[in-house]
């Protein structure tokens, strides 16, 4: 009798596994993971499978409970990704940056000076040019 490998892709539902798996005629299949020790043609291997997808489920409700609640916290204070949607990020005189770079000082100077990034101020001045 010639021996089938098929893979089966990572799947966190362990029942959908487990069904999978399962849906094959006794004796005709079972789960080998030599990566892992396991093997579902024995009864510790089953149960060692049937935990390991439990645990894998557990951890896929989890993060779909996490995801769930920032998008909910986020939708209540206005926004979708959790910053703030509009106003201004740094506050700064643009026109004292914009004397500052004509006397010739880097963008980090200017930056040190205004309290803010050299990023900042070298955007907002470019974007007045």
């Known amino acids: ?28 299949a079972s789960f080998i993971s030599h990566q892992e020790a396991l093997d579902t043609s024995t009864p510790m291997g089953k149960a060692m499978f049937t935990i390991i997808a439990a645990m894998a489920e557990l951890e896929r409700s989890v993060i779909r409970e996490r995801v769930v609640a920032g998008m909910e916290y986020a939708r209540l204070r206005g926004t979708k990704s959790g910053k703030p949607i509009g106003g201004p990020r740094a506050i700064f005189r643009l026109d004292e940056a914009q004397d500052l770079r004509t006397q010739g000082r880097r963008w980090r100077q200017i930056a040190r000076q205004l309290g803010v990034s050299a990023t900042t101020v070298r955007r907002a001045c470019q974007d007045r040019i």
């Open 1 to 28: 009798m010639k021996e089938e490998q098929h893979s089966v892709g990572a799947d966190r539902s362990g029942a959908k596994v487990i069904l999978r798996c399962s849906k094959q005629p006794k004796g005709h």
